[in-house]
Structures are given as C-alpha cells and as structure tokens.
C-alpha cells in the first residue's frame, strides 16, 4: 500500500471545473468529518469497486448511463484478499475543497490541475493524509505514477495480449495472484519487448487514424506512452499520456491499468 493515489489531470480537471462553476453544493460526511463550510470540492470515496472522485457540485453532473460521473483511481488488487494498493480513506480526508487559501501563497487544487494541463504534466498524486496539506505535500504532479506494481509480488513469466497494441503477443513477468480492478494482468516488460512492441505499434499508427493506437518513444530509462490528437484545423499532435520509468531489472510497466492485458492464446504453426 502506498501513501499516495493517482488520477489523471485530463480526467479530474472537468470535475474540478464542474464543482466550482455549480450555484451549489451538496452536504457529504467527508465535509462532516473534515469540518468544512459548503465550499466547492472533489469528495474521494472508496466503493467496492475502487476509490473514487466526483464533484460536490448540484445539479449533480450524470454520466451518459444515468449514473454520477466519478473518475477512479487504478491500482492492483490482490485476488485472495480483496486488498489493494491504495490507502483507506479516514471520512474527513476524502474532502478535497478547490479554494483553500494558503499564507505561503500556493496554488489551489483548481490552479495547480490547469498549471498541470498546460504542462502537459498528466498526473496527479493525492497524499491520503490530510495534515500533508500543512507541509505542502498533500498534491504532487507528475509525468509518471509512482509505486503503481504491489512490492511484494512474485513474478512469474507469461506470453500476454491488449487490444491496444492490435492483438500482438510478449513475454512479460507477471504478478501471480494480483490483478488491475477489471482484471487485467499486471505486466513488467523487458526492454527489448517493449522495443518490439515500439517498432509494431509504430507500424500501426502510420495508417491510423487519431487516437486509434498509441505509439511508444524510448529514453534514457524511461518510456513514453503517447497518443495523436486531432485538432480539429486538419492536424494533429502527440500528447504524452504517461512516461514509464524502468525499474531496478530494466523492466517497463508499460500500460499498467490503462491497457488491459491478458494471457495470449498461441496457436501453434502448421507443418
């Protein structure tokens, strides 16, 4: 378990935007518990089906299937137990208000996610702990998530598959008996898969069209996951939508809950 939890800036950013804009607010017990007035805020929940964030703005924004529109944050889970790799949330520290004013003269929420957006920065890390809010660490942005694979995980070598990268299939190691919360396999991919798997996506993307598959740029250590965007003024562009630091193996998380791998079917070739 870590300290911290991860959603997307792109993600978040609208809610943020929907809890301010909105005449008023709705009455949480994480406002309760934190001892807040009825101020604009995100409100973390953990369900059972993940943790997540939505907008304590009425009208209460619906998603397209008539629910509340929540953004969740990805994690593993351990199969045997049900546990996962974010912390508890005590009520009080699932309140996240937008407009907290701070004497040292630090951005709020709202202005630290559009600073992010306009950075290109796409994450944003959540300390559980409110009193981190004193000390400036409650939110940490960041081109990478940290901590994202469970610590203590055996790996164990497996051939997997992703619709995102067209059905192709390669050798990982993989966390036996932990999974992501739609039950995707947690995969460490050695470099020169993942160089494999750059040359192949790249392939792809040449007669894509914008958004259809992501392309992968190698660095120094690190992986950069991107996707095109249309314009809309007959052009494109590639954003940065996470950067995937190597591990101490030279192993990359590529994908990690945002690609859904699974184990791959091989079919044997004819004589």
């Given amino acids: 378990m870590t300290r911290r939890l991860w959603w997307r800036v792109e993600e978040i950013l609208p809610l943020a935007e929907h809890a301010a804009a909105t005449p008023r607010q709705r009455k949480t017990r994480q406002q309760y518990r934190a001892g807040w007035p009825d101020v604009p805020a995100l409100i973390w929940s953990r369900k059972p089906d993940g943790d997540w964030l939505a907008s304590n703005g009425v009208p209460i924004w619906y998603d397209v299937d008539g629910t509340e529109y929540r953004v969740r944050a990805e994690t593993w889970t351990h199969t045997a137990t049900g546990a996962t790799g974010n912390p508890h949330p005590n009520d009080g520290d699932g309140f996240l208000p937008l407009h907290a004013e701070h004497l040292d003269g630090r951005r709020t929420l709202p202005d630290l996610l559009r600073f992010a957006r306009q950075h290109n920065v796409p994450w944003l890390g959540v300390n559980a702990d409110r009193t981190s ?52 396999l947690l995969c460490r991919f050695p470099r020169d898969e993942v160089e494999r798997m750059a040359d192949h996506l790249h392939g792809l993307s040449i007669g894509d069209i914008p958004g259809e598959h992501p392309v992968l740029r190698l660095g120094a250590g690190f992986v950069s996951v991107q996707w095109e965007a249309d314009t809309g003024e007959d052009s494109s562009r590639w954003i940065e939508e996470d950067r995937v630091p190597a591990d101490a193996d030279d192993h990359y998380a590529v994908g990690a809950y945002q690609w859904r791998w699974t184990p791959a079917t091989m079919v044997e070739e004819q004589p």
């Fill in 133 to 184: 809010e004193d000390s400036n660490d409650r939110y940490l942005l960041s081109h990478s998530r940290e901590d994202i694979l469970p610590p203590y995980a055996s790996w164990v070598p497996a051939t997997v598959t992703s619709d995102t990268v067209g059905g192709d299939h390669y050798t990982a190691l993989v966390a036996d008996g932990y999974s992501a919360v739609d039950g995707g």
